[in-house]
T-cell receptor, first 112, second 115 residues
Framework: DAKTTQPTSMDCAEGRAANLPCNHSTISGNEYVYWYRQIHSQGPQYIIHGLKNNETNEMASLIITEDRKSSTLILPHATLRDTAVYYCIVRASSSNTGKLIFGQGTTLQVKP | KAGVTQTPRYLIKTRGQQVTLSCSPISGHRSVSWYQQTPGQGLQFLFEYFSETQRNKGNFPGRFSGRQFSNSRSEMNVSTLELGDSALYLC??????????????FGPGTRLTVT
């Protein structure tokens, strides 16, 4: 699975959009981009995933660049409850194992 | 649908003892994965069980073991506990079938403290 690079930390004002970048320059054609988040001392929570098209669900939007070397997770209207560590993970679609490789993630602090 | 449950939530053990942690996956999920989370190493994959068979294993010593039962519930065991085993142990469940999308659902974790 390809390696990902994320900023260590980011701040966002409450009510504004939070844009969290992820670099995955070595991603291969069959690898998906997954986003999880972990609120302090809880288990990680699945947010969204995508292959090459932009994706949106009730939690967030995922924008993947055309060359697929980077992506951005967008929380459209951040709230204080969105303060968490956000993990970007790349995983092969052909893999049938439950092994996720977590990096250090981005600590998002939403401020009032 | 009930989420992933883990018991106990908190545990204090002494060096040299052994411990067993339990995980009940979401109904219908056949895969259970275990992770260890520490401040220094972050989230690290321990192993995955699917249909009572270990399907993948992380880079941990043999003191860490697990098993899965026919109802998909899983246990992990750590023998001869060391101080460095103090961590949050997380369990995640998923459908487990070969699929292009693979969402894992995590439990709240078991906080193990070794003294």
């Amino acid at each position: 699975d390809a390696k990902t690079t994320q900023p260590t930390s980011m701040d966002c004002a409450e009510g504004r959009a939070a844009n969290l970048p992820c670099n995955h320059s070595t991603i291969s054609g069959n690898e998906y981009v997954y986003w999880y988040r972990q609120i302090h001392s809880q288990g990680p929570q699945y947010i969204i995933h995508g292959l090459k098209n932009n994706e949106t669900n009730e939690m967030a939007s995922l924008i993947i660049t055309e060359d697929r070397k980077s992506s951005t997770l967008i929380l459209p209207h951040a709230t204080l409850r969105d303060t968490a560590v956000y993990y970007c993970i790349v995983r092969a679609s052909s893999s049938n194992t439950g092994k996720l490789i977590f990096g250090q993630g981005t600590t998002l602090q939403v401020k009032p | 649908k009930a989420g992933v449950t883990q018991t106990p939530r908190y545990l204090i053990k002494t060096r040299g003892q052994q411990v067993t942690l339990s995980c009940s996956p979401i109904s219908g999920h056949r895969s259970v994965s275990w992770y260890q989370q520490t401040p220094g190493q972050g989230l690290q994959f321990l192993f995955e069980y699917f249909s009572e068979t270990q399907r993948n294993k992380g880079n941990f010593p043999g003191r860490f073991s697990g098993r899965q039962f026919s109802n998909s519930r899983s246990e992990m065991n750590v023998s001869t506990l060391e101080l460095g085993d103090s961590a949050l142990y997380l369990c995640a469940s998923s459908l487990g079938e070969l699929s292009s999308s693979y969402e894992q659902y995590f439990g709240p974790g078991t906080r193990l403290t070794v003294t």
